[in-house]
């Protein structure tokens, strides 16, 4: 099954809402099994890149995924990074897990990197204790990797 | 000093990326073909028609930099970076990572696998690096 990904009007010149969207495209197609933690998610996301100036909103409502220009609505989570960090968060890597398919792996040089810039206050999650769930799920989505 | 762009150009920028060691460590997986880096037409500062280069990039290495006009020529590299002459100008001094500028939509994307544009941002970096080592004359100076 594709996956059902739509730009919202005025999504298509913001740079960083193509990308994410075409980056989550070709994920869920290179890995189908990325599929399943699509097709649960149902959450609002924000992200906000600091340094470029550029946010966007992923509202992802089971299997179905529009990407807004801007913040739109109450995200159940936020984002709030440098455009390089929100790019590192795309390259964490993922371990199998029993039951959970996968998760971040620990000891990961990139989830260090991540870990790190959340400590020095560089990435800012909002939410993330309320929706862990959401936030390991969104990471499988968007990584690269797994 | 080489005028931007034009072949001497690229035969210049094609120097600096092989010399260029962290650019050779960081692109040593790359296998997936080459990149195209397009300037759209702005007959105010004589660019009548799309111009742009084709890198030949393989595993660390730039084989091949072909200084290509029209987008037809470009279109054949996998990946296609397109912008105006403003946005690569800020590129090639190292004032605009693409990376930043792709967010920003000052840079476009028109072709290519993003995840593997993501895995390799270091070696994007690592290529603008180079392009700030060529000395380069804009059009509009």
Redesign the interface.
């Known amino acids: 099954m594709e996956p059902q990904i739509e730009m919202a009007p005025g999504a298509e010149d913001n740079g960083l809402a193509s990308m994410l969207s075409g980056l989550i495209r070709q994920n869920l197609e290179d890995k189908p099994h990325k599929m399943r933690d699509f097709e649960r998610l149902r959450a609002t996301v924000a992200i906000i890149a600091d340094d470029a100036g550029v946010s966007l909103t992923l509202r992802f409502d089971r299997g179905r995924l529009v990407v807004h220009d801007g913040i739109v609505g109450i995200p159940d989570l936020t984002i709030r990074a440098s455009s390089d960090d929100i790019m590192n968060l795309s390259l964490v890597e993922l371990v199998p897990a029993p039951i959970l398919g996968a998760l971040p792996d620990l000891r990961g040089k990139v989830l260090r990197q991540v870990g790190e810039a959340f400590v020095k206050r560089r990435v800012k999650i909002y939410g993330a204790v309320a929706n862990v769930p959401t936030l390991v799920a969104l990471t499988r989505v968007v990584s690269i990797n797994g | 000093m080489a005028k931007f762009p034009s072949p001497e150009w690229a035969t210049a920028y094609k120097d600096a990326i092989n010399q260029n060691a962290a650019y050779r460590e960081a692109g040593k997986d790359w296998v997936h073909g080459p990149v195209a880096m397009v300037v759209k037409a702005d007959p105010a500062i004589g660019l009548a028609e799309d111009q742009g280069f084709v890198l030949a990039l393989h595993q660390g290495v730039c084989n091949e930099a072909e200084y290509v006009t029209g987008l037809e020529k470009a279109n054949v590299a996998p990946f296609v970076i397109v912008g105006d002459y403003a946005r690569w100008k800020q590129v090639v001094r190292g004032e605009l990572?693409p990376?930043?500028?792709?967010?920003?939509?000052?840079?476009?994307?028109t072709k290519g696998?993003?995840?593997t544009i993501?895995?390799f941002?270091e070696a994007s970096k690592q290529l603008v690096a180079s392009s700030a080592r060529v000395p380069t004359q804009f059009l509009d100076e």
């Open positions: 990572e990376i930043k500028g792709m967010m920003q939509g000052k840079l476009k994307l696998h993003m995840p993501v895995k941002v």
